[in-house]
Nanobody, 130 residues
Framework: QVQLVESGGGSVQSGGSLRLSCAARRFTFSNYCMGWFRQAPGKEREGVAVIDGDGVTTYTDSVKGRFTIYQDKAKTTMYLDMDIVLPEDTALYYC????????????????????????WGQGTQVTVSS
């Protein structure tokens, strides 16, 4: 069974940086869409960034230019580098995955809809102080 384990969350001051990691077990990155989602208290879960097996990425507008999603396939680990963090980035961050058929731009077409992703990690808290 697919397992996803996040790490790297914590507390950081506004303007600082943080790196989240997602260790994937029992599947091959190239066959999946991988993504980072977040949920702040009282708000719905939202997509942050998605990456496919070829390294094509999609970001939500609020993090473009600040966050970077990437994979280390040899380590079967996905990362989210968070730079210039803001208090509004405070949330519980989740790693997620879904099997990807051989359709061009399939992962991007999901539009980071959380309901499309079937595998989830337990989440890691990120708190940004002003």
């Amino acid at each position: 069974q697919v397992q996803l384990v996040e790490s790297g969350g914590g507390s950081v001051q506004s303007g600082g940086s943080l790196r989240l990691s997602c260790a994937a077990r029992r599947f091959t990155f190239s066959n999946y869409c991988m993504g980072w989602f977040r949920q702040a208290p009282g708000k719905e879960r939202e997509g942050v960034a998605v990456i496919d097996g070829d390294g094509v990425t999609t970001y939500t507008d609020s993090v473009k230019g600040r966050f970077t999603i990437y994979q280390d396939k040899a380590k079967t680990t996905m990362y989210l580098d968070m730079d210039i963090v803001l208090p509004e980035d405070t949330a519980l961050y989740y790693c997620a995955a879904v099997e990807a058929p051989l359709i061009v731009n399939y992962c991007s077409r999901l539009n980071m809809a959380s309901g499309e992703f079937g595998y989830w990690g337990q989440g890691t808290q990120v708190t940004v102080s002003s």
